[in-house]
C-alpha cells in the first residue's frame, strides 16, 4: 500500500524498501561530502521527536526551525512530523529586524504558541519556549518508532523571505504525495535517480522539490548550502558531476548566477552528462539565462535538452506545470494584448537553443513555455471572474487539484476549498502555459519572493518618508529583463530629494522614480493600484521630478 | 587591510561607489544584500587565503566588522 504520509515513507526507510538511499552533505572546509544513510537519520529523527513531543507548549503547537546545521535541520524537518507538530522552516533573515520584532510576527500569526528549535538562541521571551536543535541534540538518540500520531500537516511555509508581513502556508500530507509523485510522473523519473540541490529549505523548491522528493521517492540526494554555491558556484556543478546527479533544480538566477561567476580554471575535468533535468523555475525562466548556462556548460557534457522550465508555487505545495521531455520552447507576443480577456498576439515561436538568438521588438515580450500541468492538476484562466480553458486567451491562472493547499495560517481568507488564485496571469498555447504578468503585489528578486509592503515599508525607512507615498513593483514580469523600481513621491518645495540615503535601496531596487505629492494612484479607499502605477509609468503619464538609476 | 582597500573591494565587486565609508556604518545602509555579501566574503577568502563560514559571514553587520575580519581580528564562529 502506498503511504499515506510522511512519516510512514520514513517507516518505509526503516523497512529497508530503499536499500542504500543515503543523504550527503557538503561540507566546504574539508571539501567532503559526509555520507548518513537515510534510515539512521530517521531513526535520529524519531527520537528526537521525543524531546519535541515533550518541549511542545500544546499538542497542536508547530515547530519553527531556527538557525540549525543542515543535517540537524533534516532530522528535525522528519522530528517534527514524528511529534504530531508541523515544521516551519524560518528564512535565514528571520530575526534580523530584531527579537521583539520577530516575537510579534510570531504573535501575530500563530494562534497556538509554538516550538522553537534553534542552535543558537536562547534568550526569548518565556511564552516562546526554545528547544536545543544543535547536531549533538538532535542525533542524540534513536528510535524505530514515531512516537505520536501524525497530524494532517506536513509542514507550514512562510510564502515571502521575510517574516514582515509573511503569510503562512499550510501543507498537508497528501498535498506533499501527490505533488512530488505528479513531478516524479511527469518527468520520468526511475527507481534510481541522483539529485543535487544548494537550495535552502525555507524555499519550496528545496523543501519539496529536492528534501521531501528525495525522501518519498528514495533517492539518493547530496546538497550543498546556499552560501557555498553563492561564494563558489562551481562546487554545485562539481557536486553533480562527481556524484552523477541526474536531477538538480535552482531558480533562474542560479543557472544565470553560474553562468556569470564559474571561473574556466575551475571547470577543469568536470562532466555533466549525467544530468538529465534540470529544473528552472520560482520566477520567470529567461530564455536568455538557458542559452548562456548552454554556451557556458555544453562543453561540459550539459545537455540543453535537460532543462525542465517549470511554474509553480508554494500554495500549490510546488509544481504546477512542468516543460519536460519537451524541448524549451517560446513565443514573442505583442505587450499590448497583456491584460486580463485579451487573445494573446503571438507574432513568433520558436525553440529556446535555435542557432540564433531570438529578436524582440519594444513593443514585444519573449515568454518561455513552462510546459504543461501535471497530470492531475487542471488549469484555468480567470479573464473578469470567468473561468476559461479557452486557448491564447489571458486570465488569471486558476490552479485545481490534490496539491492545492489547505489554505493560509490564522487568515480570514483561510481556506482554499481545493482551489487556488494565483495572482499569476497567463495563457495556454498548444496545451502549454505562459505566464506573462504578476497580479498580486509580490516582487520575486532571486528567485525569492519579497511582498511590495515590506520593500515599500523599507523604502519609507531609508528615505524617510511615509510608505504610503511609496510603490515598488517589477516594470516588467515577462521577457528577458526585469528591474524593480521604486515610486516615492517627493515635496520639491520642502528641501532636497535624499538621493545619497537610496544608495542603501541599490542591492533591492534598480531604480528610484520622485513623483510630485499625492501622484500615485489609489483606490477611493486608499488602497495602493500597483498595476495602474507601472502602466502610467511606462506610459509617461506620472509627473515626474527625478529618476535616480541606483545600479 | 586598510578602509581605502577595503573601499576598493567593495567597489570591484558590486560595481558601485562607496564614498564615505566610515567603520560604523551598517552594511545593509550600503545596499549590500546577502548575495553581494557572500561575493565579497568569498573575494575575501581569496585574498586572504582563509575560509570564513556561513555564521561568521551572517553576522558582519558594519564596514568595521569587515575591516576586523579582513584584519584576522575574527575567527570563524566566535561567539
Known amino acids: ?551 | 587591510m586598510t578602509l581605502e582597500e577595503l573601499r576598493e573591494l567593495l567597489s570591484s565587486t558590486t560595481g558601485r561607489h562607496f564614498d564615505p565609508l566610515k567603520p560604523e556604518q551598517e552594511l545593509t545602509d550600503l545596499g549590500l544584500e546577502s548575495i553581494d555579501r557572500v561575493r565579497l566574503v568569498s573575494r575575501l577568502e581569496h585574498q586572504l587565503n582563509r575560509d570564513i563560514d556561513e555564521r561568521t559571514a551572517m553576522r558582519l553587520r558594519t564596514v568595521g566588522d569587515l575591516l576586523a575580519l579582513a584584519s584576522g581580528e575574527v575567527r570563524n564562529d566566535d561567539r
Open chain 1, 1 to 551: 500500500m502506498e503511504p499515506r504520509n510522511l512519516v510512514e515513507v520514513a517507516n518505509r526507510h526503516l523497512d529497508g524498501a530503499f536499500p542504500g538511499a543515503r543523504r550527503g552533505y557538503y561540507d566546504s572546509a574539508s571539501r567532503q561530502v559526509r555520507w548518513v544513510a537515510v534510515a539512521d537519520m530517521v531513526r535520529e529523527a524519531f527520537g528526537f521527536a521525543r524531546r519535541l513531543s515533550d518541549a511542545l507548549p500544546r499538542r497542536e503547537s508547530a515547530c519553527l526551525l531556527h538557525d540549525l546545521e543542515p543535517r540537524a535541520q533534516s532530522t528535525a524537518i522528519l522530528a517534527a512530523m514524528a511529534a504530531g507538530s508541523a515544521p516551519l522552516v524560518l528564512p535565514r533573515n528571520a530575526l534580523d529586524r530584531g527579537t521583539d520584532a520577530f516575537v510579534d510576527w510570531v504573535r501575530a500569526t500563530f494562534d497556538t504558541p509554538p516550538l522553537l528549535v534553534s542552535e543558537s538562541l536562547r534568550d526569548l521571551p518565556e511564552s516562546l519556549p526554545v528547544a536545543d536543535g544543535s547536531p549533538a541534540a538532535t542525533s542524540s538518540e534513536q528510535s524505530d518508532r514515531a512516537p505520536y500520531p501524525v497530524g494532517d500537516l506536513a509542514f507550514l511555509q512562510c510564502t515571502s523571505a521575510t517574516t514582515g508581513s509573511a503569510k503562512v502556508a499550510c501543507i498537508g500530507h497528501d498535498n506533499v504525495l501527490r505533488n512530488v509523485r505528479g513531478i516524479r510522473e511527469h518527468v520520468g523519473g526511475g527507481d534510481h535517480e541522483v539529485v543535487c540541490s544548494w537550495l535552502p529549505l525555507y524555499h519550496d523548491m528545496g523543501l519539496v522539490g529536492c528534501e521531501l522528493f528525495s525522501l518519498v521517492h528514495g533517492y539518493e540526494h547530496v546538497s550543498l548550502r546556499a552560501y557555498d554555491f553563492l561564494r563558489r558556484p562551481s562546487a554545485w556543478l562539481r557536486l553533480v558531476g562527481e556524484f552523477r546527479c541526474t536531477m538538480s533544480p535552482a531558480p533562474n538566477f542560479g543557472y544565470q548566477y553560474a553562468a556569470d561567476h564559474v571561473r574556466s580554471d575551475e571547470l577543469e575535468g568536470i562532466d555533466l552528462g549525467s544530468w538529465q533535468v534540470a529544473f528552472n523555475g520560482a520566477e520567470p525562466v529567461r530564455v536568455s539565462t538557458m542559452r548562456a548556462f548552454v554556451d557556458r556548460f555544453a562543453p561540459f557534457g550539459f545537455r540543453k535538452e535537460a532543462f525542465c522550465a517549470s511554474y509553480g508555487l508554494a500554495e500549490a505545495t510546488l509544481a504546477v506545470c512542468l516543460s519536460h521531455p519537451e524541448p524549451a520552447r517560446y513565443l514573442v507576443i505583442d505587450r499590448e494584448t497583456v491584460k486580463p480577456g485579451a487573445a494573446a498576439g503571438i507574432r513568433r515561436s520558436g525553440s529556446v537553443f535555435e542557432a540564433t538568438a531570438p529578436a524582440v521588438e519594444k513593443n514585444e515580450l519573449i515568454v518561455t513555455s513552462c510546459g504543461r500541468p501535471l497530470s492531475a492538476v487542471s488549469l484555468a484562466l480567470d479573464a473578469g471572474g470567468v473561468a476559461s480553458g479557452a486557448a491564447g486567451m489571458v486570465g488569471e491562472i486558476v490552479v485545481r487539484g490534490p496539491s492545492v493547499f489547505r489554505g493560509y495560517l490564522a487568515r480570514e481568507d483561510g481556506s482554499s476549498g481545493g482551489e487556488l488564485h494565483t495572482g499569476d496571469l497567463g495563457f495556454l498555447h498548444d496545451g502549454e502555459l505562459y505566464v506573462v504578468d504578476r497580479l498580486k503585489n509580490i516582487v520575486i528578486i532571486n528567485g525569492l519572493n519579497y511582498p511590495t509592503s515590506d520593500l515599500e515599508e523599507r523604502v519609507g525607512r531609508v528615505l524617510q518618508v511615509p510608505p504610503e507615498g511609496v510603490m515598488v513593483f517589477e516594470r516588467s514580469i515577462g521577457g528577458e529583463a526585469s528591474s524593480v523600481v521604486a515610486i516615492v513621491e517627493a515635496d520639491p518645495g520642502a528641501g532636497p530629494i535624499a538621493e545619497d540615503a537610496a544608495q542603501a535601496l541599490s542591492g533591492l531596487l534598480g531604480q528610484i522614480v520622485f513623483v510630485k505629492r499625492r501622484s500615485l494612484p489609489k483606490t477611493t479607499s486608499g488602497k495602493k493600484q500597483h498595476h495602474l502605477a507601472r502602466s502610467l509609468l511606462a506610459a509617461g503619464q506620472l509627473p515626474v521630478i527625478k529618476t535616480t538609476p541606483l545600479r
